[in-house]
């Protein structure tokens, strides 16, 4: 079992920044791949980016390429996302998740997910 926790979210300006965390506990967390996805109401839950296991590789969704960086610090069970100059429509709960898989968007690929952390952009 792996654990994930959330923090960071709340209330940003748009084209403010904001840093989320998402801190892991239970099993070896470098064995994972993980992922940031997010679900605004009433829309289903998209894929936002993904680092692999060593964090040498990662994937960006199109829509948020350019003003979003994921990291990952293995050594603290811990991985990152920044996000600048954020946009009203991208008011989500964001979640965090981790694949045994290693490298995948895909939402079913995912084995493990926190609970989620409400952003919300003011215009």
């Known amino acids: 079992q792996v654990q994930l926790v959330e923090s960071g979210g709340g209330l940003v300006q748009a084209g403010g920044s904001l840093r989320l965390s998402c801190a892991a506990s239970?099993?070896?967390?470098?064995?994972?791949?993980m992922g940031w996805f997010r679900q605004a109401p009433g829309k289903e839950r998209e894929f936002v980016v993904m680092i692999s296991k060593t964090g040498g590789a990662v994937y960006y969704a199109d829509s948020v390429k350019g003003r979003s960086t994921i990291s990952r610090d293995n050594a603290k069970n811990a991985e990152y996302l920044q996000r600048n100059s954020p946009k009203h429509e991208n008011a989500a709960v964001y979640y965090c998740?981790?694949?045994?898989?290693?490298?995948?968007?895909?939402?079913?690929?995912?084995?493990?997910w926190g609970q989620g952390t409400q952003v919300t952009v003011s215009s």
């Open positions: 239970g099993r070896t967390f470098s064995s994972y791949g």
């Open positions: 998740a981790a694949s045994g898989r290693g490298s995948t968007k895909r939402t079913e690929e995912y084995d493990y």
